[in-house]
């Protein structure tokens, strides 16, 4: 059993790991509190589902832009004042809406336009942060450092919505969003002690790295891809170019978009717990929570998946079972079927079995995550990993953006039930139709891992 549980030796191998790691859980669980309070407060403030999907659309743009920006600044200038940069403007979009709550402002404009600041400042962050974590870890430590941030992030999955919609109805949005302010303090404070990080020069044999362990690093770029400052256009698109010759590499960022954008069900909870199940904000929270759940059980007994080496079969199964999951909570909708006005209370059955099909979902979509990481890392070379990392922060964080216009706009029409039902089904179909036309990708062997 042990073998199976999470390895937490990067946090006593490395104190600035260790501080990284707290503040990093920390901010991420106010961060999901601040977006569960914004949804809410749009819903609140227009009554559409529609509208809450359109704070997807005005973050994704700046989650574009700057998640691949910043993967091309990570491999150019001190990660450490890239990230201190970047958590700038966090810092700024969050206080933002500490502000349009204490003046009283109800412009859902404002919103968006906030709610695009700060996912501004999480999709430059990211991909620094991704390459900040191995020069202070050592690459043995990687994958069980890389294993306990997956376990951070679900347990922010988990506590933030709950958090979030628990404050927002007891404590009002503006001393919601207060309480993300507060929790991003740890995460500034664990930047601010990190030594400075300047990118290294491409070398060919041994080196420290930042924790003091010593490692092997072959030679990653020619002469042009020296720490040269070279961040514009011509650097993100070596990672595109990078990535259109690749069909293995590129299958798992595909696969990952058909599954957010048809069958991540999250806008839908504003208004299934108002009409459908009840509870309102108290319920959304909890639906939200059952998804992380499933990612974080999946995650702490991860052991096993090590042992997994046909990966791109995993993959495709995953994000199969991921959609017949969503299904499954659509029939449940269906089952409820919709009141004419909010319901007065809560219906249990339907709560508690959808939020285990959500949970299912949510471990689902973490087995998928942990294969297609695994295989991005290990088939992507040092020099372009920062720019790889940067397209894949733009897809884990855009596609499920991009899946809350795309479903929003489906449940106006339709309703939530058959949204979530035949969107489950979408995704099921589109998966099955790439793997057979893919076959390459199922036949992807980790022992010998091909781009």
């Not at 973050?59 to 574009?64: E, H, K, R």
């Not at 957010?260 to 299934?272: G, K, N, Q, S």
């Not at 052991?303 to 994000?319: E, M, S």
């Not at 449940?332 to 979902?361: D, I, M, N, T, Y």
Request: aromatic share 8%; with cysteine.
């Amino acid at each position: 059993m042990p073998r199976l549980l999470v390895d937490t030796r990067p946090l006593r191998a490395s104190p600035a790991y260790a501080r990284l790691w707290w503040g990093l859980g920390l901010s991420q669980i106010g961060a999901q509190v601040t977006v569960m309070a914004v949804g809410l407060e749009v819903y609140h403030l227009t009554g559409s589902t529609f509208a809450v999907g359109l704070l997807g659309i005005f973050a994704l743009v700046p989650t574009i832009l700057l998640g691949l920006y910043g993967g091309a600044l990570a491999d150019a200038f001190d990660r450490k004042k890239v990230a201190l940069a970047a958590a700038g403007v966090t810092v700024v979009g969050t206080g933002g809406l500490v502000l349009h709550s204490i003046l009283g402002l109800t412009s859902t404009v404002v919103l968006y336009v906030l709610a695009a600041v700060t996912a501004a400042g999480a999709s430059m962050s990211a991909p620094v942060r991704m390459a900040i974590i191995p020069r202070l870890v050592g690459n043995d430590l990687l994958p069980a450092a890389n294993a306990l941030g997956t376990m951070t992030g679900s347990i922010a999955l988990t506590v933030g919505p709950m958090l979030g919609g628990f404050l927002a109805a007891f404590v009002g949005y503006g001393w919601t969003y207060t309480v993300d302010l507060a929790l991003f303090m740890f995460a500034l404070y664990a930047l601010v002690r990190l030594p400075p990080m300047p990118p290294e020069r491409a070398t060919v044999g041994h080196h420290t790295n930042d924790a003091g362990d010593a490692g092997d690093v072959s030679e990653v770029a020619d002469a042009a891809d020296e720490p040269s400052r070279r961040v514009g256009f011509r650097a993100v698109w070596e990672g595109f170019r990078f990535l259109a010759d690749r069909p293995n590499i590129r299958m798992t960022f595909v696969l990952d978009i058909v599954a957010m954008v048809t069958a991540m069900p999250r806008v839908l909870f504003p208004a299934v717990g108002a009409v459908l199940i009840g509870g309102g904000e108290t319920t959304a929270g909890q639906l939200t929570a059952a998804i992380a759940i499933g990612s974080l059980l999946a995650s702490a007994f991860s052991g096993g998946l090590t042992r997994v080496r046909r990966q791109g079969v995993a993959i495709v199964v995953a994000i199969v079972a991921f959609g017949l999951c969503t299904s499954a909570f659509g029939i449940v909708l269906l089952l409820l079927g919709r009141s004419s006005g909010e319901r007065p209370g809560v219906v249990v059955w339907g709560l508690v079995v959808g939020g285990l099909c959500l949970v299912g979902a949510g471990a689902c979509d973490a087995i998928s995550a942990v294969f297609r990481q695994t295989v991005l890392q290990a088939a992507t070379p040092d020099h372009l990993r920062g720019r790889l990392q940067g397209i894949f922060i733009v897809v884990v964080t855009g596609g499920p953006r991009l899946g809350d216009l795309v479903l929003g706009g489906s449940a106006e029409r339709f309703g939530e039930a058959l949204t979530a039902f035949g969107g489950g089904l979408a995704c099921v179909a589109i998966v099955l139709a790439l793997a057979a036309w893919q076959r390459g990708f199922l036949r992807y062997d980790a022992r010998h891992p091909t781009p």
